[in-house]
């Protein structure tokens, strides 16, 4: 039995195949424990008849990543390179924000005094300049020991290039018993910073990790066999026992399962170059899926990078809760503070300060019993009376609240053409796939803006990180720095495949660990390359002409490309991809149809026209009695349990088979 | 007519982020280290008139100067469709030789262009006595090639002759060439963007919100000014020397607030020295317009508006004013940093709860170049910054080892420095205690080790060796830099600023100066 489980802030939602159809279940988080939500679902799962075969769990978690933004990871101790112990707080040297004089930056994860330098040093060819003697490396040894550290990140310079003295010493700190981090094997790349930050971080999360995973396991012990996997933040999942050790790779679990949720309802639907637009209270996550999935190896999680590779999600600080404010000169400000949970906006009850969702229930958009299907009420006369108040130089309450959301719209806006024009891409050519429980109530007007002719709004928009995470393969990234120029394809050859052999060896081995015959497996490789002298480079598939593809890849992103210009190597990636069964979900008959006739009611909303509100009659639409082939024209607002849908006029919205409604503009 | 708070914050959102995809696809397409690794550059965007409209979150000092290349470009150049201008004067519209500034008309219909869009970035090296090009020198005519405002692309073609002029010139052409690349690269970038908004909100709408964003950053900047108590504060620090035995040099300023105006008077100014330390009028009105952006407690877009309340008196002939032929790499990097320190002097008597002690105040500035043995003789050339401390501020310690005030480029991880240059990092690591001690204490400066593997030529551009910055309110000054050469079991110590050889085996130690204390410690 395969079930997925996705820990929210505030619900844990478990999706799972019963008798080979999808069920789903929605369950309080619990956020002091997450793991027991886990363990409830489970009981309630399976406690039911039809449950049968080998269970096979998939866990998204924010156990990481919470304990990474409240520093509630364990006590980590370091050894470097002896006289790069502070690296760590030095960081790039550079300060978060410009023209602040009380700018901050995180405290670093280890403090100086639990930070220390083994006398040893390797040249960037990896050369041994000074091997560390067994004396030295027991003195280091010992010294950490002293420290008392829950686990131990160790980072030593060009240790990608040749690995003995970390190997050497992690071997000894292990003999004592320590929970050791070792850099070459989670993150065999050059850049000792990010190298060392990435490391350290993923000791820090290894107690927190690892005593829910422990916990899990306990929830799981009695079914034989079972097989506990754990959403990766680069879009794969992996066993337990793997993220137990390094749990940095998951730091992005949550918002990785709305990203494959999103990729596998779309590519039923037929679209598979998608934008996903996932909204929530306090924040908003974008991506960009060009038929397979982008990773990173440059995102940054708390204000610290995390250098394994990640999916490319591109989080900006705006969502339902964003607060809206005059500056002192007059302009309209959304953001980023927010409303949060508590007070919460003005219309939850406690907040007096005006946000996105007030604006949205002004202008009729949220379903006037509430939210969560009438168990949540909303209180439209409170939020107009402190919008009125807040209103300042504007009009009315509409207009205010037209301008909020147009606004944060291009807040979104911008988080878009960060990922697709920026990086290349036309949005043209992609579907925007919105969730969230917000992500509905802005597309229409986000996809006009950025000329994407397209929305899917998926089925069970709450539920679709953990429908993601039950169609994830399991994907494991290695990679190497290797670095060498590249005066042609034919004179690297033999130097690329002994680099692929010496890291595809490790992927074998874990590949068998998950269970996975050698011919269920497919391998990715890329090779990271630049023109000699550049600062950054580009990842282009190894197969095939891949100098051909470098220049084209270069001239797409950067507009200009110069095949006579020398290229070298930077590193090399291999991912290995173990197919897990597809979702057996089957189309239903779309039947075409008006979908006047299952409408709920009429009343005005608030559209902009010619650049000013104005209020339409809008058709108002329950989710659950439309069916596949049902169509409707806006203005129109779609309810259903934890998501509002607008479709402005000038759009339209049909049903397609797989439940999906997807919007367009009107033709003509 | 009144803007539309809604439109104008959208407009705010669209410059801004047009600012910032140049800045995306100039780093990721450059070549140097330097602008990749160390983010030496920025980008901006112009109105017709050549106020800057919204400016990237890259460098403070290229802020208020930035404006001047364009006003230079537009003086000098009949600017068409599909041309681009390059300059790096100093004396017209430039910083200092290293910095390449980029113009580009955005024309978008017929008659003059609408918008411009610039930028720039620092090149590790153009050419001069130095490699790196940022040593020791008394006349700019030794510190590279000086490239008046040219075109380097006209009607949308490259300048071959000027290209290779300019490539000729310098140590490192194809790293250039490929910078320059990148730069055009970025503008083009801008100018399409650009293109979209206005086709799409239309040229007059465009046109009107472009002077109410002027507007409204004036009324951030007055709304800040008001919150200053009338009066004259004074101010005034020093610099060590000019490198050639002039020294110490005061900068003396008397800040007159009224209102909600600012007049930043630098009368009293030590007169331009010989040494290349010298401020150019563009660099002085760059670390203003810095300090009184950060008394504006909100995220306010850096446009020319911001400025129009406050007036920036530097008599010609300074150091925050120097006139050719005076040698300027040092000015931007070092001088500015105390023309900051002497303003926040002057500040801190009028807002004492409001302004830092004294930074590091230097940008360490190295430069390293020669023939590589490893790589058959290949000429290198190569240019870092040194973080130091923070000064504390009322209620904070100071922050350790990193860059403040006009500067924000990152390090050189150590695993591409040596792979690129024939160097070994032998120490990269906080210089614990040279915080200046105060209720809250001044950050602590690095100590950084260099070992040389090649005979290798070596330029310091440094400050505050003689005298710590400041502590303020009864805090202790942080302690002064030092640099220092260890050749065979010898330690020598070396001056603020000096060009020296030194063969394979030898060891610099550079060690940055710690940022001032705030408040008395408590005792007990």
Redesign the interface.
């Known amino acids: 039995m395969r079930i997925a489980i996705d820990t929210g802030g505030t619900f844990t939602d478990c999706v799972f195949l019963r008798n080979g159809r999808l069920e789903i279940l929605k369950l309080p988080s619990m956020r002091e424990n997450p793991a027991r939500a886990v363990a409830q679902a489970l009981e309630a799962i399976l406690g039911r008849p039809g449950g049968s075969g080998r269970l096979e769990l998939t866990c998204g978690t924010t156990v990481g990543t919470n304990a990474l933004l409240e520093r509630r990871g364990g006590r980590v101790s370091l050894v470097t390179t002896s006289?790069?112990?502070?690296?760590i707080?030095?960081?790039?040297?550079?300060?978060p924000?410009?023209?602040?004089?009380?700018?901050?930056?995180p405290e670093p994860l280890v403090p100086r005094d639990r930070r220390f330098g083994l006398a040893e040093?390797v040249?960037?060819a990896g050369n041994v300049?000074e091997a560390p003697g067994e004396e030295e490396l027991d003195r280091v040894a010992s010294e950490v020991a002293s420290s008392r550290p829950e686990a131990v990140a160790l980072c030593l310079?060009?240790s990608f290039a040749n690995p003995a003295h970390e190997r050497e010493l992690a071997r000894r700190l292990r003999a004592r018993g320590f929970a050791v981090s070792v850099s070459h094997e989670i993150l065999a790349e050059?850049?000792?910073?990010?190298r060392t930050a990435t490391i350290v971080a993923n000791a820090y999360l290894t107690p927190a990790v690892g005593s829910y995973l422990d916990e899990i396991g306990k929830s799981v012990a009695r079914r034989r066999g079972a097989r506990v996997r754990v959403m990766q933040s680069n879009g794969g999942i992996a066993s337990a026992e793997l993220a137990g050790r390094e749990p940095v790779r998951t730091v992005l679990s949550g918002p990785a399962g709305g990203v494959l949720g999103a990729k596998s309802v779309a590519a039923l639907a037929g679209f598979e170059r998608i934008i996903t637009f996932d909204m929530g209270g306090t924040s908003t996550d974008v991506s960009l899926i060009d038929g397979d999935l982008r990773t990173t190896a440059e995102s940054h999680v708390a204000g610290m990078p995390v250098a394994v590779p990640m999916l490319e999600i591109h989080t900006v600080g705006a969502g339902g809760g964003s607060i809206a404010r005059?500056?002192?000169?007059?302009?309209?400000?959304?953001g980023p503070e927010s409303a949060g949970a508590d007070p919460g906006p003005i219309c939850y009850g406690r907040g007096e300060r005006p946000t996105v969702t007030d604006a949205h229930l002004i202008l009729g958009r949220l379903a006037p019993e509430g939210l969560l299907g009438g168990g949540f009420p909303l209180d439209e006369a409170r939020a107009r009376h402190y919008m009125d108040r807040a209103r300042?130089?504007?009009g009315s309450v509409e207009e205010f609240a037209?301008?909020i959301l147009?606004?944060v719209n291009?807040?979104m806006e911008?988080a878009i053409?960060?990922i697709s024009?920026?990086r290349g891409h036309d949005p043209r050519d992609y579907t925007l796939v919105a969730f969230g429980g917000a992500g509905g109530l802005h597309a229409c007007q986000l996809a006009a803006a950025l000329g994407i002719p397209r929305v899917l709004v998926p089925k069970f928009p709450g539920g679709l990180s953990a429908l993601g995470i039950l169609a994830a393969d399991v994907v494991k990234d290695f990679s190497r720095t290797v670095?060498m120029e590249i005066p042609s394809r034919s004179a690297v050859r033999g130097p690329l495949a002994r680099a692929f052999a010496g890291i595809e060896a490790r992927g074998w081995r874990a590949m068998k660990a998950e269970g996975f015959a050698r011919n269920r497996v497919r391998i990715e490789r890329l090779l990271d390359l630049r023109?000699v002298?550049?600062?950054?480079e580009l990842s282009v598939p190894a197969a095939g002409d891949f100098l051909a593809s470098f220049h084209r890849t270069?001239e797409r992103?950067?507009?200009?490309a110069d095949p006579s210009?020398r290229v070298e190597l930077v590193n090399v990636r291999s991912r290995f991809i173990g197919r897990t069964p597809g979702l057996p979900v089957r189309p239903r008959r779309e039947v075409r149809r008006d979908a006047a006739s299952v409408s709920i009611g009429r009343r005005a909303s608030v559209f902009p026209s010619r650049g000013r509100p104005r209020s339409l009659t809008t058709t108002l639409y329950d989710r659950a009695r439309l069916v596949p082939g049902h169509r409707l024209a806006g203005p129109a607002v779609i309810f259903e349990y934890s998501a509002t849908t607008v479709i402005p006029p000038g759009w339209e919205a049909r049903m397609d088979r797989y439940e999906n409604l997807i919007l367009e503009p009107v033709r003509g | 007519m009144?803007?539309?708070?809604?439109r104008?914050?959208?407009f705010?959102?669209?410059f801004h982020?047009v600012a910032e995809?140049m800045g995306?696809?100039l780093?990721?397409?450059?070549?140097?280290?330097n602008?990749?690794?160390r983010?030496d550059y920025s980008c901006a965007v112009f109105n017709s008139a050549g106020d800057v409209l919204a400016m990237g979150?890259h460098m403070?000092v290229h802020l208020g100067s930035m404006p001047m290349s364009v006003a230079a470009a537009i003086r000098e150049l009949d600017l068409g469709p599909g041309d681009v201008a390059l300059l790096n004067d100093p004396y017209c519209g430039g910083t200092h030789l290293p910095d390449f500034t980029m113009v580009m008309p955005v024309h978008l219909g017929k008659g003059s262009p609408m918008f411009y869009v610039a930028n720039r970035a620092h090149h590790a090296d153009v050419g001069g006595s130095q490699p790196g090009s940022m040593g020791l020198a008394r006349q700019i005519y030794q510190e590279g090639i000086r490239i008046p405002p040219v075109k380097i692309f006209t009607g949308g073609r490259i300048v071959r002759d000027v290209l290779s002029l300019i490539v000729s010139n310098v140590r490192t052409p194809?790293?250039r060439e490929?910078d320059l690349?990148?730069q055009?690269?970025a503008c083009?970038?801008g100018g399409r963007r650009l293109e979209e908004i206005v086709a799409k909100y239309g040229r007059g709408e465009v046109n009107r919100y472009q002077a109410h964003l002027l507007d409204?950053?004036e009324?951030?900047m007055r709304?800040a000014l008001r919150n200053i108590p009338p009066g004259t504060w004074r101010g005034e620090d020093v610099l060590d020397d000019d490198g050639l035995g002039a020294g110490p040099l005061p900068i003396r300023v008397a800040i007159r607030i009224r209102d909600d105006r600012a007049e930043v008077d630098f009368r009293g100014t030590a007169p331009q020295c010989e040494g290349s330390i010298n401020a150019v009028y563009a660099i002085t009105y760059s670390a203003v317009f810095?300090v009184f952006?950060?008394l504006?407690h909100?995220?306010?877009p850096?446009t020319s508006g911001l400025m129009r309340p406050i007036r920036v008196l530097a008599p010609e002939g300074t150091l925050v004013n120097a006139l050719p032929p005076a040698a300027v790499a040092g000015g931007n990097v070092e001088t500015s940093q105390r023309i900051v320190d002497s303003l926040l002097r002057a500040l801190a008597q009028a807002l004492p709860d409001?302004?830092?002690a004294a930074s590091q105040g230097s940008m360490n500035n190295l430069t390293l170049g020669g023939a590589d043995p490893g790589r058959r003789g290949a000429i290198f050339a190569y240019y870092e910054t040194?973080?130091g401390g923070m000064g504390a501020?009322p209620?904070?310690d100071g922050?350790?080892?990193?860059?403040?005030h006009m500067t924000?480029?990152?390090?050189t991880?150590?695993?591409?420095l040596?792979?690129d240059v024939p160097v070994?990092v032998?120490?990269?690591?906080?210089r614990r205690g040279s915080g200046g001690d105060g209720r809250w204490r001044g950050g602590d400066g690095?100590v950084r080790?260099i070992e040389l593997l090649a005979r290798t030529q070596i330029g310091i551009l440094s400050d505050r060796r003689e005298r710590g910055p400041y502590g303020l309110a009864g805090g202790q000054d942080g302690a002064v830099g030092r640099n220092e050469l260890l050749l065979n079991g010898e330690t020598r110590s070396l001056p603020a600023k000096c060009s020296l050889e030194a063969p394979a085996g030898a060891v610099l130690r550079i060690l940055t100066p710690g940022g001032g204390g705030w408040g008395k410690k408590e005792s007990g």
């Open positions: 006289g790069f112990e502070d690296v707080e030095i960081g790039r040297q550079d300060r924000r410009l023209y602040d004089f009380f700018v901050t930056r040093r040249d960037s300049l310079l060009f050059f850049r000792e910073y990010e005059f500056d002192d000169a007059g302009a309209l400000r959304v300042g130089p504007v037209w301008g147009a606004v291009t807040t911008k053409r960060v024009i920026e670095r023109y002298g550049q600062g950054y270069h992103r950067y507009g200009y210009w | 009144k803007p539309d708070p809604i104008l914050e959208i705010k959102n669209l982020s995809e995306a696809a780093r990721r397409s450059a070549f140097s280290p602008i990749k690794e983010r979150d403070p194809r790293e490929g690349a990148a055009v690269a083009r970038t409204y950053s009324r951030m709304s810095y952006r950060c504006i909100d995220q306010v850096a409001q302004v830092p040194i973080a501020r209620g904070l922050l350790s080892g990193i860059h403040t924000n480029s990152l390090n991880p150590v695993e591409v040596e792979h070994r032998r120490r990269y690591s906080l690095i080790e």
